[in-house]
Structures are given as C-alpha cells and as structure tokens.
DNA sequence: CTTGACATGTTATTGTATAACATACATAGG
DNA sequence: CCTATGTATGTTATACAATAACATGTCAAG
C-alpha cells in the first residue's frame, strides 16, 4: 500500500535525517518504520500495545499530521472500537507517556512520535498554512532552557517548546 | 493597600532582575510598577485600556499566578462587570495581543506579563507543585530554536517555550 | 446630532477533557 | 484448572474551555 502524498507536498515530521523532514517523498515507507520500532520501544519498556493502542498509532501515522481527540474518536468509532472520548484520551495519553506520540498543546492535538525512543520533547514547528508538524531535535534549545532556569533556582523536568510558522513548501505558495 | 504574600513565600514571576523572581519580597511594589509600565505601552500602542481590560490586567498581578478564563470571570461578575465568558475572553485576548499578558497553554490560563514592553515570548517556569509561573528570558533559547528550524528551511514566526519543574521553595519543601 | 468604529453585554452552542463506575481480559499463584 | 489480581476497555454523565452570532451602548470625528 505505498503510495505518495496527495494532500501536500510537503511532508513535515517524517523521520531522521530531519533534513529530509519537509522533503516531498513517500511516507508510508517511514510511517512502517516507525510503527515497528514503536512496537519494538513498547515491548522493551513492558509496556502493552494493545490493538486500540496500535490503531491510535496507526492513525496518527496513516494522516501524518497532528489530530484531535475527537477526530481519533470517530476513526475508532467507524471501526468498531468505543466511541466515547475516554477511549480515544485513554489510548493518546498511553502513547505519549511511553513516548510514541507528542500532544500539540498549541492545536489541542496529537501526533505520532517520528523518533520513538530517541530525542524526547523536541522542538515542534507548526505551519500555520497547512498546519503540519515537524520534530525537531532540541538537545541545544533544551540546554538554554536549562541554564537560564537553573540560574533561577528553578528545576526543569519536562519542557515543552512549540514554535508557529511556516514550512518550505508553504512558504514558497505565499499568497 | 501594600502587603506580604500570605499564599506561599516564594513570589515567582516577580519583575526584573530575574535572579529575584523567585525569591521571598513584597510584590505588591513590582505589581504597580507593572501596572504602571503596562499603561504607558498601551498609550504608546494606542491600545485603550478600558476598565474592564485594566481590571483584569489587575487582577492577574494581584493573583500573580496563571488563571483560568473562568476564574477571572468570576471575579468580574462579583463586581459588576459582565458574567458571561466572552467578556473575559474578550478582555484577556486583548491584553495577550498588547503584551500585556501571557497565555499559558499548558494551563490553559493566563499570567499578568511581568516585563510588558520587553522580551516578549519569553520562557515560562512553572512549578508544577504551588502552579506560580514565572518569565525567563528566551533571547538565548529562541535562537537556538531559530537556528533548528532555519536548518530545516522552516520560518519561525512565533514561539511558545514552556517548562514545567520545581520552583526554589516548593523544591525545599519536598514531600 | 449623526455617523462610524469600537467596546461591552447576552444567548446559545461547540469543542476539549475527565470523573466515576461497570465489564472484560489476561496471567500468575494456588 | 480456576480464581485472584492487575490492567484494559466500555459507558454514562458531567465539567471545563472557547467561540459564534447578534444586540446594545459609548465615544469621538465630521
């Protein structure tokens, strides 16, 4: 089932090299990748991918772009899972605490993890156009976080960093 | 009407120089000198702080904490002002778009700007334990921010850098 | 005094998220 | 085998957050 965007041609968020992360290519070949080394991160941390869980994943993966709630919900509910919201924030908050999905608090949304296991909180660039999320990795913006909170007395323990702008492709369609 | 905190020791948020943000001190002064700050920039922004607007504005320094749209409203009722949320909205919008006020998304609230006029979309600490939010400079942080999303052909327009840890006096108090 | 722009007030609704409880399902210990 | 236990799912109901749409009021420029 591989098959090219047809809703952009940018494809923001895709896995590393991040250079490539708005590059037009084929995702569901990173998709794939990432789903099994989520299975893989999951199993490795005890926890269980349950097939509600998995299809969450799927789902955020298969539209490749941050979603609400709500619009998991009525994915699940058309194939057969719960539709009350519980189901769908059950299953979300799963894969954020275990890494495989990141809430967009800007968009009140949730994407997939394109790094699972690797960079956690990142950087989240948010096109406003076409509203597209990439992950960038934020080791250097985690460290100014850190320094200036540190010479406040404060201790950082999880850091969320959301910018808003426009990708390349947007950017180049200005109108 | 100037007074000691009576609701924790530690005064996070408090203006300039940051190193004093989260130390023990009367905030009742840096709440007027903001105030007054903020009525200055509004002039200057032919921004019209209207009574609504500059309650609001009052009463986030006198709370000195995030507050909910909710919470806010409230308070206005209590006072004559319109009890429906659009008037809050309305009036914390406003201050959000002058400069005047912060929103804090991870809350979903909103904090009296403490340095109005200044660095804007500065980095916010907050305590996950007494929920005191203060500022932090973001000059370095968002460079580096600019600097990741510059290599990925991505334009920053804005920014919303949150951290969440412990504040000095809720770390001492540490259950 | 009237027009136009802006501010406020109100009703109603939409969207986001969670509490609380009931049921099912796996699996380790008896 | 089976039952006790923890975990996952399903459902009802509700709380919390935000906005749409429209009516009214206010103020200053013409």
């Known amino acids: 089932m591989a098959h090219e965007h047809d809703h952009s041609d940018a494809c923001p968020g895709c896995a590393a090299p991040p250079q490539v992360a708005f ?16 299975e893989a991160l999951a199993e490795a941390q005890g926890a269980r991918l349950t097939p509600v869980r998995r299809r969450v994943l799927e789902i955020l ?8 709630a709500y619009d998991v919900l009525q994915r699940l509910a058309a194939e ?31 994407a997939a993890c394109m790094h699972p ?13 076409c509203n597209h999320v990439a992950e960038a990795p934020a080791a250097p913006v985690r ?7 540190a010479s406040l007395g404060f201790t950082v323990e999880r850091s969320n960093i959301e910018a808003m702008g426009l990708c390349p492709a947007c950017r180049g369609t200005a109108s």
Chains 1, 2 share one sequence.
């Open 23 to 38: 590059a037009r290519h084929d995702h569901s070949h990173c998709a794939g990748d990432v789903l099994a080394r989520a």
């Open 61 to 68: 993966l298969e539209e490749h772009r941050a979603l609400g």
């Open 80 to 110: 057969g899972f719960g539709n009350q919201p519980p189901v769908a924030y059950r299953a979300l908050d799963f894969l954020v605490e275990n890494g495989l999905a990141h809430r967009i608090r800007r968009l009140n949304a949730f």
């Open 117 to 129: 296991g690797e960079d956690h909180a990142p950087v989240f660039l948010i096109c406003r156009e």
């Open 143 to 149: 460290a100014a976080v850190d320094a200036v909170a």
